[in-house]
Structures are given as C-alpha cells and as structure tokens.
C-alpha cells in the first residue's frame, strides 16, 4: 500500500475557499495518515457546526455554508475523508471500510473535544456521520441533513444507487469535475475544477472508486447492524432540534429515500425542499444555512 499525498499547490486559488488548513496525524494498523479538516469560527463558540461531505467531494462542498455559520458567531469544523479533499490517500482499494471511516471521524471528535455539535451532513457523510452518535450521544445538540440515507441492509438498494454504484465501476478513472458540472447546472467552471484538485491521477481515486461498494446491502454487512442501531437512536432517543433539506432532482438519495429517513428523526419536522437542486445539494448551501441558524 502507498499513502499519496496530494501536492499543495493544486489548492491556491480556489474560488470561495480561502480557508488555511489544519492537519492531525491518524494512525491505522502501522499507518499514518495526514487528515484535513476546516476549522473556522471562535475556538471558544457556543455552538459547533460539524460539515460532513460525500463522495466524490471533499469539504470544498460547504463552501457556501461555512461564511453564514461563522458570522452567527459559531464554530464550523468539516474534515476531509482519508482518500479526499487534502486528506492523505491510499492507493489501496481495500483500506476503505465503513468502519475505517467511521472510527476516523470518531478519533477527530474525541481528539477536537467537541460538544454542542450541529451535525451537517449530506450522502456519505450521512451514511457514517449519522451513526457518530451511537458512540457519542452526548455531543451533539442538532442536525441538518440532506439528501442521504442509513444503510441499514434489512431493505432492497434503491435502483439509483445500484445505476451510481455501477457507473463508477465503469469508470475508474472517474471524470469527477466533468461530473459536478453536470450533476449542478450553476456550478461555475472554476468551481467545478476545484473538484478535481485532490486527485491529480487515477491512482489517488481509490476512495472515490470503493465508496460505492460501502452501503450495505444486507443484513450482516459491515456496517448494516450499527446503522439498525442509528436508525433506533434518532427515532426514540434523539431530542434536539432537526431540519432536513431535499434537492428534489436526486435520482440516488432523493425525495423518496429522504421521507423514509425522515420518519426514522424524532420530531423532524416537514422537510424543505430545493426543487432545482440535485444530490449535492450544499451547492445551493447559502440560503439553507441561514434557515438553519434561525430555526436552531
């Protein structure tokens, strides 16, 4: 296995980014990674928005989100996965695991002594993030969630993801700009190239490639019984505060994955929806976040 590190100078100058990067070593087997995360906002604010990203993205993706949560006077921290963003990456298709991920995240909250957590998250970061509380359920206050589901193994895989899972097992070497172009007709051209910037060739694209191959898909899966315990978690035990938004074009985790997800949050109320926008639904993040400060 070899960690590949993406060169620094692929992120000067992305459009609506300016924000200085942070590091911490996470060490696995005999491995050690450099993982990214944001980290803006007082240090010492009330409230902590903790900004999950999907696949193929990385925390570019709350770009639009980040300025709002900061100038209500609040912390907003979004790491990158190991194999996006400016995080290190394996070439080795087989060091992605659910559980992999999952205890990453975990090791960032514990490490960063993170309370008052308003969970964000959106595909992938919904997948893993929303079973974080089943080990911490004391951190977090709210939750904003958008087009994702759990992945819970006692139901069928929905034909649009198994339509996604099977292009990007067609393309390796996937075309990630290219894709964020398409997926969200107002992304700007310099925009959609920051999309790229992670991933200078196809050996740094393992963890875009295995993500798909995550979601289980029956019962015993990895991954399959923590996300059954989610599921019973936010339906009986949470009791902060929720909103959930739904880009109405997302033919993978659109409007009908999102409404029976949505009868799994205790008290979420009606979900509001985004009619032009698609799966990456962050990409229409400025309004969402400014309801979410209001409505928490």
Known sequence: MNILRTPD????????FPYKPNYFDYIHSEHSFRVHYVDEGPADA??????????????????KMIPVFVKAGHRVVAPDFIGFGRSDKSDDEALYTFDFHREMLLFFLRRMKLQKVRLVCQDWGGIIGLTLPVSEPEIFSALLVMNTTLGTGDKPLGEGFLAWRDFVRSK??????????????????????????????????????????????????????????????WKTRWQGQSAMV????????????????????????????????GHFVQEWGEPIARMAVEAF
């Open 9 to 16: 100078d692929r992120f000067n100058d992305l459009k609506d």
């Open 46 to 63: 009330d409230v902590t928005w903790l900004c999950l990203h999907g696949q193929p993205t990385w925390s570019y993706l709350y770009r």
């Open 172 to 233: 390796p070497d996937l075309n990630i700009s290219r894709l964020m172009k398409r997926t969200v007709d107002c992304l700007s051209d310099d925009e959609s190239i920051a999309y790229d910037a992670p991933f200078p060739d196809i050996t740094y694209k393992a963890g875009v490639r295995r993500f798909p191959e995550l979601l289980p898909d029956n019962v015993n899966a990895p991954g399959a019984s923590l996300s059954r315990q989610a599921r019973t978690w």
């Open 246 to 277: 739904i880009g109405m074009q997302d033919p993978v985790l659109g409007p009908k994955i999102m409404n029976e997800l949505l009868s799994s949050i205790n008290n979420c109320p009606t979900p509001i929806e985004i009619p032009n926008a």
